[in-house]
């Protein structure tokens, strides 16, 4: 404003003058300093843009470097979810307890696993992990003080102790120590860099392996520690029972009676049982790792023992009760029975061979006193054979006895003096040929003293008696069974003649009621065979229903009561039916089967009278009722009237004849049976053919 007013103020001459130079002037000054200032503001925008530009061209390149720096994280982060999810695979298929945790124990991460073994949860990320309520412990156990840890090995916590043992010279102090924890060990690791490995046990009872080792970074530092927990429970299991086996098998070998000695592949003893020392009288320094062949005064150098015990390896063989008769430098001349077998190992290393040693001198010595004294007083005739010659070298008293010769006679004669020319060039067949030795049991003819041939039986067995292999030979008279038995074929032969030629039908059936006989005059009868019958009920296929068509219950059937009373039943009329359907009248007779004191089925003997039922005049049909209901019948307590006016028995004489023979022959086969075997027996005949069954069926 000042200057406006100066410049419309009006001015005088002189100092007009000087006025107009100076506002000249101040123009000229303010112009120059407004170019000056638009100058610098023009070099001051210039750096400015100079600047912005070069800011430019940082941001490119910074841009640039961004973007390639993106396109390494984008690279970079697939790679790093693909192991990631490696990671997370690996650990839930190996199934392990796997915590991984910080230099200052606090937890990383942790497999699912190791959630349900160390009650861990999401949230305990990051938590220090004394503060993890688990329920493993150690065991107490004995510890030495432990010096400076060595280079980085693993380890198993049976090493840790044998390593601290020798670190510490070897006599360090025992210190029986508490149990000690998780975290020590953990904090252990860490500061030495050593993996360790202990066992650990679950509240459960379930046994774990505890392996901790440090956790390293790529450059190699510590930074932390790994835990995996593996369930060895079963693996537990099998080493105390395999311990468990071994303590059983070591205790065995140790407190058996009898001597064991354990041989190696090369037939070195690699160990003995304590009887073997003490029967022997050696000692282990003597012994193990000795050649069997040399132990003692080479006892057991025998060429068929280095056979069998040769070819036990490669064979996979065995043997039993090798006999050793030996003078034994320690303990005199002893009998020993070996018996071996191959000892496999599972590891596979060479096997074993176990070898028994039995003592027996005492026990043949008693067992040959036994046997003279059973030989001496058997019953039956014995003699001692020599193989070779067949001469007698001892013969007992009842062969004296049963033979008539004396024992000097025996002892001069051969098995061929007293055999018949048939049954000596038998013999001597047998022995000519292979196996080239009588056979065990034979059956020939013997001759006696006074000439009489009987038949024997003959059972030899091979013993040894004073190191020397003989036949031991027992005699059974036979000659009287033989008769008696040809008596009997004889009996049955011609019993079973009447019972197929006989005109009456005869079947016989169990305590059930099942047929188990039956003759081909009751299959012609009945219209059906045997093997149509056999194991049916009788009642029901030809005793099921009356005549009007009534069933006809097992119950009123006098066959049933005769099973369930066992009293007998004669000459009573009934009614049978047919395979066709039809009805016959019949006469029948029943009586029971018996095996000692049980009754076990009964025979049923009966003939076809339907032409003499209707040959009856009513007034005999009323007769024969009345006789019936009365508790008689006729038969042989009466005769018949028929028409023609003949008197007709209802049993024929014939077999009449035939129960007197048959009843007769039954009385000679039981008094001969009763002679010639003992008393157990003697009920064979009585069980298959008593007497009144025989009478019984002839009577009928």
């Not at 061209?57 to 390639?68: G, K, M, P």
């Not at 695979?89 to 696993?113: C, K, M, P, W, Y």
Request: glycine share 6%; charged share 30%.
């Amino acid at each position: 404003m000042g200057r406006e007013e100066s410049a419309h103020k009006p001015v005088e001459p002189t100092e007009a003058g000087d006025t107009a130079e100076e506002a000249a002037r101040e123009e000229s000054s303010r112009v120059s300093n407004l170019e000056s200032e638009l100058a610098e503001t023009r070099d001051y925008l210039q750096s400015i843009q100079e600047q912005h530009e070069a800011a430019n061209e940082e941001l490119q390149a910074a841009n640039e470097e961004v973007q390639s720096v993106n396109e390494e994280m984008g690279n970079c982060n697939p790679e790093l979810n693909r192991l990631n999810s490696d990671l997370t695979n690996i650990q839930t298929s190996v199934h392990l307890a796997i915590v991984l945790l910080g230099r200052d124990l606090t937890i990383r991460r942790f497999s699912a696993e190791a959630a349900k073994e160390f009650n861990l949860l999401a949230t305990d990320l990051g938590r220090p992990f004394s503060q993890v309520r688990h329920n493993l412990v150690f065991e107490e156990r004995r510890l030495q003080t432990a010096s400076a840890y060595a280079a980085p090995r693993p380890e198993t916590s049976r090493q840790y102790d044998d390593r601290q043992s020798q670190e510490s010279g070897g006599h360090a102090p025992e210190v029986v120590k508490s149990a000690p924890s998780i975290e020590g060990v953990i904090a252990e690791v860490i500061d030495n860099m050593r993996e360790c490995e202990r066992e650990v046990r679950g509240k459960d009872g379930r046994w774990h392996s505890l392996r901790v080792r440090p956790y390293l970074t790529l450059d190699n530092k510590v930074d932390g520690a790994v835990l995996v927990l593996v369930d060895i429970t079963d693996l537990k299991r099998a080493e105390q029972t395999i311990t468990a086996g071994r303590d059983y098998v070591e205790a065995i070998l140790q407190t058996t009676r009898d001597p064991l000695l354990i041989l190696d592949a090369d037939l070195r003893v690699h160990t003995a049982s304590q009887a073997f020392y003490d029967t022997f009288k050696v000692s282990p320094t003597e012994s193990e790792g000795q050649l069997i062949y040399e132990l003692g005064n080479r006892q057991w150098d025998l060429p068929k023992l280095r056979q069998l015990l040769e070819e036990i390896l490669p064979r996979n063989s065995f043997f039993n009760n090798f006999e050793v008769r030996h003078h034994f430098e320690r303990i005199g001349r002893r009998t020993m029975l070996l018996n071996a077998r191959r000892l496999n190992d599972a590891s596979g290393r060479p096997a074993k061979i176990l070898l028994g040693i039995e003592d027996v001198t005492e026990v043949l010595s008693e067992n040959a006193e036994k046997f003279k004294l059973l030989f001496d007083r058997s019953p039956l005739p014995k003699w001692v054979v020599e193989l070779e010659t067949l001469r007698f070298l001892d013969v007992n008293d009842t062969a004296v006895d049963h033979y008539g010769y004396s024992r000097e006679e025996f002892l001069r004669m051969s098995v061929l003096d007293i055999r018949t020319p048939e049954a000596g060039k038998a013999l001597q067949i047998a022995l000519s040929q292979p196996p080239h030795r009588p056979a065990e049991r034979d059956s020939c003819q013997h001759r006696k003293k006074n000439g009489e041939i009987i038949d024997v039986e003959l059972r030899s067995s091979e013993i040894t008696v004073a190191g020397k292999k003989v036949w031991l030979v027992s005699v059974n008279d036979i000659t009287e069974r033989k008769r008696a038995e040809e008596a009997l074929r004889r009996a049955v032969a011609f019993d079973q003649a009447v019972m197929t030629n006989m005109g009456e039908g005869l079947y016989t059936v169990d305590a059930q009621g099942l047929v188990t006989s039956m003759n081909p005059a009751a299959e012609k009868l009945f219209g059906w065979k045997l093997d149509e019958l056999l194991g049916k009920r009788m009642h029901d296929i030809t005793h099921y229903k009356y005549p009007d068509g009534r069933p006809f219950p097992p119950e009123e059937c006098a066959g049933f009561r005769v099973l369930k009373e066992g009293k007998k039943l004669a000459d009573h009329e009934d009614v049978f039916i047919r395979k066709d359907g039809t009805f016959f009248d019949v006469v029948y007779s029943s009586s029971p089967l018996y095996e000692g004191d049980c009754l076990t089925g009964l025979v049923v003997v009966f003939r076809d009278v339907s032409e003499r039922k209707r040959a009856e005049t009513p007034y005999e049909r009323a007769s024969n009722a009345s006789l019936n209901s009365c508790g008689t019948s006729p038969g042989w307590r009466g005769s018949k009237m028929h028409k023609g006016g003949m008197s007709t028995p209802m049993i024929p004489p014939r077999t009449l004849l035939q129960r007197e023979r048959l009843t007769c022959m039954a009385r000679r086969m039981r008094s001969c049976f009763r002679r010639t075997q003992p008393r157990s027996s003697r009920g064979m005949i009585n069980k298959r053919w008593p007497a009144n069954q025989v009478s019984r069926r002839s009577s009928l």
